[in-house]
């Protein structure tokens, strides 16, 4: 199994490297090309910030689906391992992961499917809300271009719509399931509700401020309104990547957007070029919570190993 994930490791950062050199970017636009390296290790350590948060806000979810208390490095492991997958084609084997993986430890199957569909609707309400509330005449902008754009908008309803009829169809084939899972309908459902949406603002928010950093490190001179749209845009991009079933990561979905939502305000080669570094640290952070979570999982094998041996 150890091998399996490094290779899908290895198989997903070739499709990235892939995606980045098929994009013609003007490269002397960095003013400063070793710093410019420097800040992307820097964001990309912080990253790894953003993927524990999101591991704890899925915890969260598991544990009020199973009603358990799931200790936190056992969901971290699943997660950061599943999380790799996302690069692959498809943009669906990060979720397929989770359950193969979840099911090596003994967890429900149907509780793990439901956390992730309860993790997609949380992620998509509020990334919605904030992009509203930051910067509502891009959300209006965005939602006409994908109106307009045929091919996009029914990936989008597909990708809803496949979330849907899972749901729907679990429901149905699984006998009393809406007597287990009528917790939904409890105060304790409503008490969960408030600590998702706050997990999954510091995961959109923290990346869209990496955004404006490298926009600042471009020569894009930010002020408050533009940092708000650049925030907003950021998440309007992740929700279009997040949904649109076939591309891995949202590979070139998300950048298509933030040049379209970022190219009036500071040109369309800065917006892209500022995009790209943001894929780069983002998926190094990834690939350095991955790497980490190794490293702790040889560390415990050998304290056990030696603890036998004791």
Same mark, same amino acid.
């Given at each position: 199994?150890?091998?399996?994930?490094?290779?899908?490791?290895?198989v997903? +950062?070739?499709?990235?490297?892939?995606?980045?050199?098929s994009?013609?970017?003007?490269?002397?636009?960095?003013?400063?090309?070793?710093?410019?390296?420097?800040?992307?290790?820097?964001?990309?350590?912080?990253?790894v910030?953003?993927?524990?948060?999101?591991?704890?806000?899925w915890?969260?979810?598991?544990?009020?689906?199973?009603?358990?208390k799931?200790? +936190?490095?056992?969901?971290?492991?699943?997660?950061?391992?599943?999380?790799i997958?996302k690069y692959l084609?498809?943009?669906?084997?990060?979720?397929?992961?989770?359950?193969?993986?979840?099911?090596?430890?003994?967890f429900d199957?149907?509780?793990?499917a439901?956390? *992730?569909?309860?993790?997609?609707?949380?992620?998509l309400?509020?990334?919605?809300?904030?992009?509203?509330v930051?910067?509502?005449?891009?959300f209006?902008?965005?939602?006409?271009?994908?109106?307009?754009?045929s091919?996009?908008?029914?990936?989008?309803?597909?990708?809803?719509?496949?979330?849907?009829?899972?749901?729907?169809?679990?429901?149905?084939?699984?006998?009393?399931?809406?007597?287990?899972?009528?917790?939904?309908?409890?105060p304790?459902?409503?008490r969960?509700l408030?600590?998702?949406?706050?997990l999954?603002s510091?995961?959109m928010?923290?990346?869209?401020?990496?955004l404006?950093?490298?926009?600042?490190?471009?020569?894009?001179?930010? *002020?408050? *309104?533009?940092?708000?749209?650049v925030?907003?845009?950021?998440?309007?991009?992740?929700?279009?990547g997040?949904?649109?079933?076939?591309?891995?990561?949202?590979?070139?979905?998300?950048?298509?957007?933030?040049?379209?939502?970022?190219?009036?305000?500071?040109?369309?080669?800065?917006?892209l070029?500022?995009?790209?570094?943001?894929?780069?640290?983002?998926?190094?952070?990834d690939?350095a919570?991955?790497?980490?979570?190794?490293?702790?999982?040889?560390?415990?094998?050998?304290?056990?190993?030696?603890?036998?041996?004791?």
């Amino acid at each position: 199994m150890r091998w399996i994930g490094i290779g899908i490791t290895a198989v997903s +950062f070739v499709f990235l490297a892939k995606f980045l050199f098929s994009m013609h970017v003007d490269l002397f636009r960095l003013q400063h090309p070793a710093l410019t390296v420097l800040l992307v290790v820097a964001l990309a350590v912080c990253y790894v910030g953003v993927v524990y948060l999101s591991a704890a806000a899925w915890r969260l979810a598991l544990n009020f689906i199973s009603q358990t208390k799931i200790p +936190f490095h056992d969901v971290f492991d699943i997660y950061v391992r599943a999380n790799i997958a996302k690069y692959l084609p498809g943009n669906v084997m990060h979720f397929a992961g989770r359950n193969m993986l979840a099911q090596k430890l003994s967890f429900d199957q149907v509780d793990v499917a439901f956390s *992730t569909v309860l993790e997609v609707a949380a992620l998509l309400v509020t990334a919605v809300i904030w992009s509203a509330v930051l910067s509502f005449q891009s959300f209006l902008s965005m939602i006409t271009d994908l109106s307009r754009k045929s091919g996009m908008y029914l990936y989008i309803v597909i990708g809803v719509l496949i979330l849907l009829v899972a749901a729907a169809c679990l429901i149905l084939r699984k006998k009393g399931l809406l007597k287990k899972y009528r917790r939904f309908f409890t105060p304790a459902f409503a008490r969960l509700l408030p600590k998702l949406f706050l997990l999954y603002s510091l995961t959109m928010m923290i990346p869209g401020g990496f955004l404006s950093v490298f926009l600042g490190a471009l020569g894009v001179s930010l *002020t408050p *309104t533009l940092l708000l749209n650049v925030i907003a845009s950021y998440m309007i991009s992740w929700v279009a990547g997040y949904v649109v079933i076939g591309s891995p990561g949202g590979i070139g979905v998300r950048e298509s957007v933030m040049v379209l939502l970022l190219g009036p305000f500071c040109g369309n080669d800065i917006a892209l070029l500022a995009a790209l570094l943001l894929r780069v640290a983002s998926a190094f952070g990834d690939g350095a919570a991955y790497a980490l979570q190794q490293i702790w999982n040889n560390a415990r094998r050998h304290k056990s190993a030696s603890d036998c041996e004791k």
